[in-house]
């Protein structure tokens, strides 16, 4: 089966053979890589109680599990760490998923009732930049505009929002805030002569205030 995207409400699903009694389940996702997002897949097939994709290893530590099968009878839920998304209607088919944030083998299951023939599968998509992102921006939140005596704390934490090029949050970020290297400065005679742009007494030039960084 080929997925082809058309436009952003339009999914065409076209079979290698004529389906008999397909059972489509479309679920959109976001956050995925954009470049590979398919990491690992696994099918099986089997009759009894239990539906079950089988175990595959993932090569990715932040994967989203999709997992979906085809019953001879009904699945009544997800199985362990996944959440339904759907049980299709008449069909008792099964859509459901769960977000993992290391490498290591992971199969989905379902169980079915009564007990009959089932075929499962498992796709595992790739998060964003690894899972958390890759920092691409940065806007400070709070903390701004606010002053502070020399060698005291300032009054409100200083924030920030990091964003990966998907502009999904990324967590686990170290940023470190500087103050400027420079900032107000002058120089301020008691000197009359202290006039336009020198003073004749001191030498010093008129007091001069650049902006803070």
């Known amino acids: 089966m080929q997925l082809r995207r058309q436009d952003v409400n339009t999914v065409t699903v076209t079979f290698t053979t004529a389906a008999i009694y397909p ?32 175990a595959v290893t993932t090569t990715n530590a932040n994967d989203l599990l999709v997992g979906a099968n085809l019953v001879q009878t009904i699945t009544t839920g997800p199985g362990s760490g996944y959440t339904n998304r759907v049980i299709t209607t008449p069909d008792g088919d099964i859509l459901e998923d769960r977000v993992v944030t290391a490498i290591g083998s992971y199969t989905a299951t379902a169980p079915v009732s009564p007990s009959g023939q089932w075929v499962m599968q498992m796709a595992a998509f ?12 940065i806007t400070a939140t709070a903390g701004t505009a606010q002053s502070a005596t ?4 300032f009054a409100a934490q ?55 960084a």
């Open 23 to 54: 059972d489509i389940r479309i679920a959109e996702y976001s956050g995925l890589d954009p470049v590979s997002p398919l990491d690992v897949a696994v099918g099986a097939q089997g009759s009894n109680g239990t539906s079950s994709s089988g």
């Open 126 to 137: 790739r998060a964003a930049g690894g899972g958390v992102g890759t920092a691409t921006t």
């Open 150 to 153: 020399v060698g005291t704390a």
């Open 158 to 212: 200083l924030q920030a929002m990091v964003k990966d090029s998907l502009s999904n949050p990324v967590s686990g970020v170290t940023v470190t805030f500087a103050s400027p290297g420079s900032g107000a400065s002058g120089h301020f005679c008691w000197r009359s002569e202290h006039r336009n742009d020198e003073c004749t007494g001191c030498g010093k030039h008129r007091p001069s205030l650049p902006p803070t």
